[in-house]
């Protein structure tokens, strides 16, 4: 287990460019087993999920190469099927959430596939039933092979088919998109997910040949079509990345510019950084995040305090919730953090409140966060990062500390941000990994 080391109190300045988007890449290089014809993938970042990915698209028997420094191509024209029998693959696939997103294109062009539970943050219950239902009402069979553990799927002709799904889910929409493309038929997905990671997915399926309208909205028709063609596609920058680094500049009183963020694909999320008072501005495709000395959480209209929660795109991604949260620690005034999807990653805040954060936990999913308006610097601490963004939310915190921190488990960081202590001490932090 890898941790690092951070002096905290140093501020940041210069420009930082996002890396590709972790979770768009994951579906991008599952839809690549579509075709037997060459997808090439530029701006892939050099992540331990998205390497992890690759190796198993290899282990396959998909070939294949690196085009340039963020560039491959995957040619999917054979795949190894003894291999996916075997108990190498399943372990393999139980260390990455985006694993679960073979069986839609497996289903769909070779009429089997096969699933263990799949890995990913451990953040509370993370149920597959979109998935298993919508790609059962494809006409997909899911048995359970109790002795492996393993649901073995299979289908014959898979068949298009209206479904309405009992929750937004973005692997769940992604895998069943994907499966659908290939179906005999229309498939119409209502209360579909939408984030941009779906809308670059269905824009890539759609010049493989695929037959898919509605995409950005959660109404998705899908035609299907015999067999689909090779493609280039290039990655959206990540808005979870861009996130990040707008609190950490806040946070860290640093002036940062964040380099060709696709301010079209961000959504809500600049709005929300500004609800707790950060000021940015727009210049270009960047965004300018000036030096502050304070920042104060706004109150809604009515003069009640600020809530700050996730919902299904275009609301707010969870991903950030936990970010958001940090950032309000050393804010003026006080917010409501309400996790309203999972239901274990708001527990890291006891890290914060050993620091001296005034944070109440009301319950597993709602956190009122007292700012601090940088009257009171948090203490470095030790501490373990028990998520991905939680990781990212810790790092953010002991930037800004007095002392020195240390956190460990940070392959959880690895898992989604390249080279983060590079490129932030490139900027003026003092990380270092041991
Ligand atoms: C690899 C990948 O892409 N992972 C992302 C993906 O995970 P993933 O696709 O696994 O997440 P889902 O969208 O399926 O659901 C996330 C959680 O939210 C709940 N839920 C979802 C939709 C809804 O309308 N109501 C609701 O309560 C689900 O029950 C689940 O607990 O989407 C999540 C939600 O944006 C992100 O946190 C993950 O980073
Ligand atoms: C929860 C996340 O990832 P995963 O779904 O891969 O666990 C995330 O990216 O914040």
Redesign the pocket.
């Known amino acids: 287990m890898a941790s690092f080391v951070i002096e905290g109190g140093h501020s940041l300045s210069g420009d930082i460019y996002p890396q590709g988007a ?2 768009e890449v ?2 991008i290089i599952c839809a690549t087993l579509l075709t037997a014809e060459e997808v090439t993938v530029h701006n892939i970042p050099d992540i331990l ?1 998205v390497n992890n990915l690759i190796q198993l698209m290899r282990d396959m028997g998909v070939n294949v190469s690196k085009k340039g420094i963020d560039t491959y191509s995957f040619q999917a024209a054979n795949v190894d099927f003894a291999y996916l029998e075997s108990d190498e693959f399943l372990k393999r696939c139980s260390s990455l ?2 694993s ?2 073979l069986v839609g294109p497996m289903v769909a062009r070779f009429g089997k596939a096969m699933i263990s539970k799949p890995g ?2 451990k ?5 597959l039933d ?1 998935h298993f239902i919508g790609i059962r009402n494809l006409g997909a069979d899911f048995v359970y092979n109790e002795r492996r553990e393993v649901y073995e799927i299979s289908a014959r002709q898979l068949q298009g088919s209206y479904m309405l799904l009992d ?6 929409t ?1 895998n069943i998109v994907m499966t659908a493309v290939l179906a005999k038929g229309k498939t119409t997905i209502y ?1 579909a ?1 939408c ?1 941009p ?1 779906i809308q670059q997915l269905c824009r890539m399926l759609n010049r493989m040949g695929a037959k898919i309208e509605g995409i950005a909205s959660n109404l998705l028709t899908i035609e299907g079509v015999d067999e689909l063609h090779g493609t280039d596609h290039t990655i959206l920058p990540d808005m ?1 990345e861009v996130g990040s680094f707008i609190g950490m500049a806040a946070m860290t009183k640093s002036e940062l510019t964040i380099k060709n963020v696709s301010h079209e694909n961000l959504g809500i999320i600049p709005d929300s950084f500004r609800r707790l008072g950060i000021k940015m501005e727009q210049r270009g495709d960047d965004i300018h995040v000036p030096a502050q000395d304070t920042y104060q959480i706004e109150s809604f209209i009515d003069g009640s305090i600020m809530t700050i929660a ?4 275009p609301g707010l ?3 950030l919730l936990s970010v958001l949260l940090v950032v309000a620690t050393q804010a003026k005034g006080s917010v409501l953090i309400h996790q ?4 274990s990653r708001l527990f890291f805040v006891d890290k914060l409140i050993d620091m001296g954060a005034q944070i109440i936990l009301c319950d597993p999913h709602r956190a009122v966060v007292i700012g601090h308006n940088h009257g009171f610097k948090l203490r470095g601490g030790n501490m373990t990062s028990p998520d991905i963004r939680a990781g990212i939310a810790l790092l953010i915190a002991a930037m800004s500390a007095d002392g020195i921190s240390r956190i460990h488990n940070i392959e959880q960081i690895d898992r989604g941000y390249q080279n983060i202590e590079g490129r932030l001490n490139a900027l003026g932090a003092r990380i270092t990994r041991i």
């Open positions: 972790k979770n994951l579906q999920d959430r985006g679960v997103m990913g943050d953040i509370g219950r993370r149920r979109t929750e937004a889910s973005v692997t769940g992604a209360n997910a984030e990671y979870i996730d919902a299904p795109w991604t969870p991903d309203k999807m999972f239901e």
